[in-house]
């Protein structure tokens, strides 16, 4: 080991997501990572069991660094038609800002999701959750008319997914993307209020 630290999880997904930054998805394998980390790949063997967890954990991290603003955003206080507004520019914002960054690194991620779909559908279902409850608050405020708020999450997600989801990353850099979002937001609002 090249320090004295112990090797836990914690490290191996540091170093994982450093082999995919220098060298693409393709090199994030068990032996690499115990090279970068300066041990055997036994030892990174104790802590994962192959490559496709490796992987898989790796996308599970990322994924998750995403949610805490969006967690708040939906346990918050306020107007539940401001709240999933702010919640759906809040993903969008941190997925563009992903992008922008580390553009080599965010497309790596895309290409690793493919192999980690379960942890992908978890995601999925927990922002679908997320947006859910601010509907269900706005149905109670009066707000929203009284629908189905899993489904209704559901279809705000993939109606919006252009504009959040990475593998339309190449279109985030036109200009007109955000006033494409304001119609589209537009468009599914005047479905969800309550009618006066």
Same mark, same amino acid.
């Given at each position: 080991? =090249?320090?004295?630290?112990?090797?836990?999880?914690?490290? &191996?997904?540091?170093?994982?997501?450093?082999?995919?930054?220098?060298?693409?998805?393709?090199?994030? =394998?068990?032996?690499?990572?115990?090279?970068?980390?300066?041990?055997?790949?036994?030892?990174?063997?104790?802590?994962?069991?192959? *490559?496709?967890?490796?992987?898989?954990?790796?996308?599970?991290?990322?994924?998750?660094? &995403?949610?805490?603003?969006? !967690?708040?955003?939906?346990?918050?206080? @306020?107007?539940?038609? *401001?709240?999933?507004? *702010?919640?759906?520019? /809040?993903?969008?914002?941190?997925?563009? !800002?992903?992008? /922008?960054?580390?553009?080599?690194?965010?497309?790596?991620?895309?290409?690793?999701?493919?192999?980690?779909? =379960?942890?992908?559908? /978890?995601?999925?279902?927990?922002?679908?959750?997320?947006?859910?409850?601010? &509907? *269900?608050?706005?149905?109670?405020?009066?707000?929203?008319?009284?629908?189905?708020?899993?489904?209704?999450?559901? $279809?705000?997600?993939?109606? =919006?997914?252009?504009?959040?989801?990475?593998?339309?990353?190449?279109?985030?850099?036109? $200009? /007109?993307?955000?006033?494409?979002?304001?119609?589209?937001?537009?468009?599914?609002?005047? @479905?969800?209020?309550?009618?006066?």
């Amino acid at each position: 080991m =090249t320090d004295n630290a112990p090797l836990t999880r914690e490290r &191996i997904l540091t170093a994982a997501e450093e082999v995919i930054r220098r060298f693409g998805p393709e090199r994030a =394998t068990v032996v690499d990572v115990a090279r970068a980390l300066g041990v055997t790949h036994a030892a990174v063997y104790r802590h994962v069991a192959n *490559k496709a967890e490796l992987r898989q954990l790796v996308v599970k991290q990322w994924m998750e660094t &995403i949610m805490p603003p969006l !967690r708040a955003i939906a346990a918050g206080r @306020g107007s539940a038609p *401001k709240r999933l507004r *702010k919640f759906f520019d /809040a993903l969008i914002a941190v997925k563009r !800002r992903r992008s /922008a960054e580390d553009p080599e690194l965010f497309a790596a991620y895309r290409t690793l999701a493919v192999d980690a779909a =379960t942890v992908v559908a /978890a995601h999925v279902d927990e922002l679908i959750a997320l947006s859910a409850a601010v &509907i *269900k608050d706005g149905i109670k405020e009066g707000a929203f008319r009284r629908v189905e708020p899993v489904g209704a999450a559901r $279809a705000i997600l993939t109606a =919006t997914s252009r504009f959040h989801h990475p593998a339309h990353a190449g279109e985030w850099g036109d $200009a /007109a993307v955000d006033a494409a979002f304001d119609e589209v937001w537009a468009i599914l609002m005047v @479905g969800l209020r309550a009618r006066r």
